[in-house]
């Protein structure tokens, strides 16, 4: 598990009905990165998103970071596996959203085909209702 990862698929399930939604499109970029160490990284976009109409990331208009924060995800901090349930730990020291910060969320992990498939064993509420994500990685070429 440790190494980076790139990203392959997420998709959003709805807790409910069971309706599947890509929140990001159908090929999103990303990666996620596990060290040795015990901290993890996560960077996640939709692959077409508006640029904003000058250069400096400060000065852009309330409707560009509205549009900018809806198409990324990001957090970081520590992880914590847990062997005898297979289930992933993520303790978020920073995030783009602030109501993670603090939180630890737990993942559910699998490993077919030298993939890494993250899921959500309780729904978290994200567009509006109650839902499950799975995100699918594939580990990252090496630099170098």
């Known amino acids: 598990m440790l190494s980076a990862w790139t990203h392959d698929s997420y998709v959003e399930i709805d807790a409910e009905t069971g ?26 976009q939709a692959r077409e998103r508006a640029p904003f109409s000058g250069d400096d990331p400060y000065r852009g208009t ?54 890494l498939h993250l899921g959500m064993p309780t729904p978290l509420q994200l567009n509006d209702a109650l839902k499950h994500a799975r995100l699918v990685w594939r580990r990252a070429t090496p630099n170098g």
């Not at 309706?19 to 996640?44: C, E, K, N, W």
């Not at 959203?97 to 699998?110: A, D, K, Y």
């Open 62 to 115: 309330p409707a560009e970071y509205a549009q900018a924060g809806r198409t990324y995800l990001a957090y970081a901090g520590r992880f914590f596996v847990d062997e005898a349930t297979r289930a992933l730990s993520h303790e978020m020291a920073v995030a783009l959203f602030p109501n993670w910060l603090g939180q630890i969320q737990t993942r559910t992990v699998e490993f077919p085909d030298d993939t």
């Open 19 to 44: 309706v599947r939604h890509a929140p990001f499109g159908d090929a999103p970029l990303g990666f996620i990165v596990y060290t040795a160490d015990g901290y993890m990284s996560v960077q996640l």
